[in-house]
């Protein structure tokens, strides 16, 4: 009974009262908001109003959901991190500093800079209040935040490029499979009667964005082996080239051979929803492959997690 004691005493000083743990959450969480609330109400505001942008609304309730759905197999833990955790917050505020005071960062990559070290203050306050092995168990959703950091103008101008020249090609090789003549020069394609530029508006980048996004979630909730998952998230990349080149073929296709009103209608405005649903439907169906080759009852295997 004496001996029991003194292990007693030191769990209640390492462990602390849960409502310790979570006061002290909430203050460093309300500290955060704070100290970062001129780059969040930026972020906002460019989720808001860039098509490019629109998937950080997504971005933190997704992230939530995730930590609920996993709610039954965290490892909660009484132990702090405390080395782990200050390193962390100390390291997000000495980024914001950079950003601050820095020259030669850009306005929108001090932006980027600052919701990267946001994340990273965020990260730092789990580990803090709950312990390394809680951060592990909850590794994918936090992780998931780092996807409210805006991308810089200049990575996003060259992806913007990527894909407008990809579904240019895409679209060619379609249109050729159909048997229409058509030539290429960068972005621009020629067919009968018709002349077809890949603006930057017409590069699918919210959607792409989506798509990749959505696959990711799929992938972490229902695959098991990380290659699985390495490569249907790999997939989603290309596939998002495909899509926006279908959706340049059958426009195109319908505008030169069924009504010229299809080149400037809802199809070509607001139909990109119909060929990412298109695009999801594929990955569906290299998801279901993807499951029926891992062991059936690997669940079953894994003891469950308390």
């Known amino acids: 009974m004496r001996s029991a004691a003194p292990l007693t005493n030191s769990f209640s000083r390492t462990s602390g009262s849960s409502w310790y743990r979570y006061s002290l959450f909430a203050a460093l969480w309300a500290l955060s908001l704070s100290l ?3 780059s969040l109400i930026a972020t906002l505001t460019l989720a808001l ?3 490019a942008y629109t998937h950080i609304l997504l971005v933190f309730p997704i992230s939530i959901a995730l930590v609920y759905l996993e709610r039954n197999t965290v490892r909660f833990t009484v132990e702090w991190g405390f080395k782990s955790g200050v390193a962390l917050m100390l390291l997000g505020l000495l980024a914001t500093a950079i950003a601050k005071w820095s020259a030669a960062i850009s306005v929108d990559a001090r932006l980027s800079w600052n919701m990267f070290a946001l994340v990273i203050f965020w990260i ?3 580990v803090l209040c709950f312990g390394l092995r809680t951060f592990r168990s909850l590794v994918f959703p936090l992780c998931f935040l780092f996807l409210i950091v805006p991308i810089p103008e200049f990575a996003l101008s060259r992806t913007v490029e990527w894909l407008q020249q990809q579904s240019a090609l895409a679209a060619r090789i379609m249109f050729r499979c159909a048997g229409v003549p058509v030539t290429q020069d960068g972005i621009m394609l ?4 018709l002349d077809i530029e890949v603006a ?5 980048i919210r959607s792409s ?5 959505t696959t990711t979630v799929m992938s972490h909730l229902l695959l098991r082996s990380w290659w699985r998952k ?5 997939v989603s990349v290309p596939l ?4 926006n080149g279908l959706r340049i073929f059958v426009i195109g296709e319908l505008g030169t051979r069924v009504n010229p009103e299809f080149l400037d209608g809802n199809l070509h405005h607001h139909g990109g929803i119909l060929f990412l649903a298109l695009a999801l439907g594929g990955v569906s169906v290299l998801l279901w492959l993807l499951r029926r080759t891992e062991t059936p009852d690997w669940r079953l295997s894994e003891e469950p997690l308390r």
């Open 209 to 213: 964005l989506m798509l990749v996004i």
């Open 190 to 193: 020629s067919i009968p009667n």
């Open 240 to 243: 998002s080239v495909v899509k």
């Open 200 to 204: 930057r508006e017409c590069s699918s």
């Open 36 to 38: 970062w609330w001129h």
């Open 124 to 126: 730092g306050c789990i």
């Open 230 to 234: 390495a490569v249907l998230v790999a």
């Open 49 to 51: 109003a860039g098509d």
